[in-house]
């Protein structure tokens, strides 16, 4: 099966998580970082998932799921540990509509999650279309190595530049040409070396 990858918006959209235990955690906290509003449904939560809805960061129902949860949800992560209970939900979200995703049961997922390296505003995403999280597991690590936290702070840069550029008025061509220059491996080596010439001037006694 080939796969469309996408980047979701979800700030402010509803999003349903049935489980709080370790796996329901790891999603929770995945929507959290994309600004979804959440709701928990489960008779029981992990420590950390009570703790988020003492702070009021999710929304959590202390009981078991009822086909009236999926109610406005823009999507569904299903994350117990009941088969049944899972292939119900993902039914229900089927003939409504809504995007569902079925902890570790491919088949019953209408999208994956991918492995993710996250760098500031960089972001990686690797899938194995459910085949081998293994495998994306490596390749994240891999790439965790090869980008470091440097790569989100440039991309800052990057993304002031570019709004200065389109600020100003110019020929489109020469304002492509500028923004792959700036994007280059030569800009980035020269990123490197203002961010050791700015470290080495915080610390006292250097020049």
Partial sequence: MNLFPIYLKLANRRCLVVGAGRIGEEKIEGLLQAGAE???????????????????????EQRKYRPSDLRGAFLIVAATSSPKLHEQIYKQAQRLGILCNVVDDPPHCDFYYASVVRRGGLQFAISTSGQSPALAQRLRHKLQEQFGPEYGLWLEELGAARERLFAKKMDPQRRKRLLHSLASQKAFEEFLKRQARGKAKAVPGTK
């Fill in 38 to 60: 959440i709701n928990v449904v489960a008779p029981d939560a992990t420590p950390r998932v009570q703790l988020l809805a003492r702070e009021r960061k999710i929304g959590w």
